[in-house]
């Protein structure tokens, strides 16, 4: 029988919980629903999460815990971070490296009561400590990953990731000035790649939806209808209908823009006239390539709800307003943070969002260095997640963190995104980054 912590572990790994954040709300209904024979109590689920969370106060079962030396959950086994009040990701095993290293070494960080994932890498950068990461990698075998577990439990056959390319190059070890050719050689590629093939062809697909600057600025139905789709561009739905396009209507047998339409679920005004219960039901009634289109499963929010809390953020809370007058970074978290208090958007979308309207589209003429706090969130979306796995091994544990810094650092951080534009758009493109 699986602990606890097992369910918890397999109901994020079922919300996807290993490429974005997820409301701790719903990682624990998910979990209930796993215990089919109730063996524990709903007010146990959340400590428990919290147990396993690595940066969360409450991980302290007592003060002991935050001595060096001293056995803990959280030590030992850890699964979580917390990324913002109430949402959680499952560490990835970059993400355990550094904190291993980080333990091992008895560095602060790893004791306080809070703290940002980043705040953890850049504190064993500080200690020189990346460089000896591999060292850890004996030391974590123990820990095999929850997700094999489960697999195997399961009858699943589990295979590794296959590096990139296999010969010698994935053996050697690079000092810092190589680290730092690499990096920039690598940087500049995917800032090229970004602006001159990414952008064009992504433009031309905004324009067929109708998401061109005059519009979105003129008429607010544009942005209502980009949020609806953009609520709609994840799991289960892109999926089934093999990519974003028919989501978005730019092509496929089935196009949500028209089932939206045909349900007068289409404009503010249409918002407007309905309440959530009669959004749903509307919703409910018709499929999407086989999937019901109220609502991704049956612990995540209704779509009904999305559909409202944007009509209010955009009639009430002058949303369009706050994209148009986005200048600054601190505008651009404020911009974030409402965006994540929509139903079903959660910071990976978020971040896409912010990147469409602001940064590809350009609705206006903010510097691109101001989107260096929320672009990074877009590195957890599927393909660029699967193509910084590929580059992480083939180079050296951190690279993508490098990578990301050496954007920041050159002024166009969502450049990020032009890997996945290589992983889903031109392969062509991806020997380019491997030397």
């Not at 147990?51 to 030590?75: C, D, L």
């Not at 997700?147 to 050697?172: S, V």
């Amino acid at each position: 029988m699986y602990r606890l912590i097992d369910l918890l572990v397999e109901a994020a790994i079922s919300l996807n919980a290993e490429y974005q954040t997820v409301q701790l709300c719903n990682i624990r209904k998910k979990a209930i629903s796993l215990d089919k024979e109730h063996k524990y109590k709903e007010s146990s689920y959340d400590a428990e999460l919290n147990y396993h969370t690595i940066n969360m106060k409450s991980r302290f079962f007592s003060i002991k815990e935050k001595t060096p030396g001293v056995s803990a959950q959280w030590k030992r086994e850890p699964y979580f971070c917390r990324t913002s009040p109430r949402f959680y990701k499952l560490l990835s095993e970059e993400d355990k490296r550094f904190f291993y290293l980080a333990l091992n070494n008895d560095l602060d960080i790893v004791y306080k009561d809070e703290y940002p994932l980043e705040t953890l890498y850049s504190s064993v950068k500080s200690a020189n400590l990346n460089n000896s990461i591999e060292e850890i990698d004996s030391k974590n075998n123990e820990y095999q990953s929850h997700k094999e577990i489960i697999k195997a439990e399961k009858n699943f056959e589990y295979k590794p990731a296959i590096k990139a390319f296999n010969h010698e190059h994935e053996l050697r070890k690079y000092n810092e000035e190589e680290k730092d050719i690499i990096l920039s050689k690598i940087g500049k590629l995917l800032i090229e790649i970004y602006n001159n093939n990414k952008i064009p062809r992504y433009l031309e697909y905004h324009h067929k939806c109708g998401f061109t600057v005059n519009n979105l600025i003129n008429n607010p139905n544009y942005l209502f209808r980009l949020l609806v789709f953009a609520a709609y561009d994840q799991g289960p739905y892109t999926g089934a209908a093999k990519g974003w396009e028919s989501i978005w209507g730019i092509s496929g047998s089935q196009k949500l823009p028209e089932i939206l339409a045909n349900l007068g679920l289409f404009s503010l005004e249409d918002i407007k006239k309905h309440s959530i219960v009669s959004i749903s039901e509307k919703l409910s009634k018709v499929t999407f390539y086989n999937y019901h289109i109220d609502k991704k499963n049956s612990v995540c929010p209704e779509y009904a709800k999305t559909f409202k809390t944007i009509y209010r953020k955009i009639t009430e809370d002058s949303l369009l307003n706050k994209f148009i007058k986005t200048d600054s970074r601190d505008k651009v978290m404020d911009l974030f943070g409402n965006l994540i208090q929509i139903e079903n958007i959660g910071e990976t979308i978020a971040s896409k969002i912010i990147m469409y309207v602001l940064r590809e589209i350009r609705i206006n003429n903010i510097n691109n260095g101001c989107f260096c706090d929320v672009a990074k969130k877009v590195m957890g979306e599927f393909h660029n997640n699967r193509f910084i796995k590929e580059l992480d091994n083939y180079y050296f544990y951190g690279f993508s963190q490098r990578l990301y810094e050496e954007l920041v650092k050159n002024g166009d951080p969502y450049a990020i995104d032009a890997l996945y534009y290589i992983d889903r758009d031109d392969k062509s493109l991806k020997k380019d980054l491997f030397f």
